[in-house]
């Protein structure tokens, strides 16, 4: 039996141009190949992208999952045992709802202000700052969690995510921050 977790894009991985980047007309290439080796040695060959979320860690996550085996067994994939809150198979009891991400934030860890720095901010930031605590904090009706390394495609937008819900992927760059 063999098991393996990959990233989602494991399965267009193929053949590179001259210039060491992906070759639009080889994608996948590597993956059907890969598979295809497996087969030729008796391996019967299945996959799926799993999210984290449907099995009770609270990241929304997904990763690709294969496995291939030729013991003769039927490959199985689990069943989700969570799914989203407002599903009706959460509220017929038949799943567990997500977990969320505050219940991994110890909140009684006090967390330093950027106001008491040793070097004050500057008067636009300050600005912008009074913009966004009016708009998400002051009129918003829960706490929540942003991004703030301005790794999302989307930065110049909305960042949050909800407490409630499955905490995003996170990187080894630092940037999530409770409003």
């Known amino acids: 039996?063999?098991?393996?977790?990959?990233?989602?894009?494991?399965?267009?991985?193929?053949?590179?141009?001259?210039?060491?980047?992906?070759?639009?007309?080889?994608?996948?290439?590597?993956?059907?190949?890969?598979?295809?080796?497996?087969?030729?040695?008796?391996y019967e060959v299945d996959w799926r992208e799993l999210r984290a979320c449907d099995y009770g860690s609270p990241t929304i996550r997904k990763r690709f999952f294969l496995i291939?085996?030729?013991?003769?067994?039927?490959?199985?994939?689990?069943?989700?045992?969570?799914?989203?809150?407002?599903?009706?198979?959460?509220?017929?009891?038949?799943?567990?709802?997500?977990?969320?991400?505050?219940?991994?934030?110890?909140?009684?860890?006090?967390?330093?202000?950027?106001f008491t720095r040793k070097r004050p901010l500057a008067e636009a930031t300050m600005n912008r700052?009074?913009?966004?605590?009016?708009?998400?904090?002051?009129?918003?009706?829960?706490?929540?969690i942003v991004k703030a390394n301005h790794t999302a495609p989307y930065y110049r937008y909305f960042r949050g995510q909800s407490l409630q819900a499955p905490l995003q992927t996170i990187t080894s760059a630092p940037g999530f921050a409770v409003v």
């Open 68 to 114: 291939a085996r030729r013991d003769g067994l039927k490959i199985q994939w689990p069943a989700p045992t969570h799914g989203s809150p407002e599903s009706s198979q959460v509220q017929k009891g038949l799943l567990k709802p997500w977990r969320t991400a505050a219940e991994c934030i110890d909140w009684s860890i006090d967390c330093p202000s950027i």
């Open 1 to 42: 039996v063999i098991m393996l977790e990959n990233v989602e894009e494991f399965k267009t991985w193929g053949t590179l141009g001259k210039d060491g980047r992906p070759c639009p007309e080889g994608k996948g290439r590597t993956f059907k190949s890969f598979v295809n080796a497996l087969k030729r040695q008796g």
């Open 129 to 144: 700052i009074a913009k966004g605590l009016d708009k998400f904090v002051m009129n918003a009706g829960n706490p929540f």
